[in-house]
């Protein structure tokens, strides 16, 4: 994901054909690390194709793909309980949940 995303800063950026190099620099410049073999994968892939043309071909595919959101929303609606499907109220105060930084949000954009 992170050559994909090194590639489109630099289609973004006005270089139509990047090579090997400049997406080690793009990904070397945040600290990544670059796997040549994946990255010859990808300029093998794209090599001679227009960057929005696969684009809106990956997103008519993306499209067709089922999301399954509706099941996870009836399971919550009928594990309310009680009558009407509404949960029971409590008595309980609800507990203060720990503040987290914003310089750490559990997961790397870059891995």
Known sequence: MKVIAAYLLSVLGGNTSPYANDLKNILGSVGADADDDKIELLLSEVKGKDITELIAFEREKLAS??????????????????????????????????????DDMGFSLFD
Request: net charge negative; glycine share 22%; charged share 30%.
């Open 65 to 102: 793909v089922p999301s399954g959101g509706g099941a996870a929303i009836a399971v919550a609606a009928s594990a309310g309980g009680g009558e009407g499907g509404a949960a029971p109220a409590t008595d309980e105060p609800k507990k203060e949940e720990k503040e987290e930084s914003d």
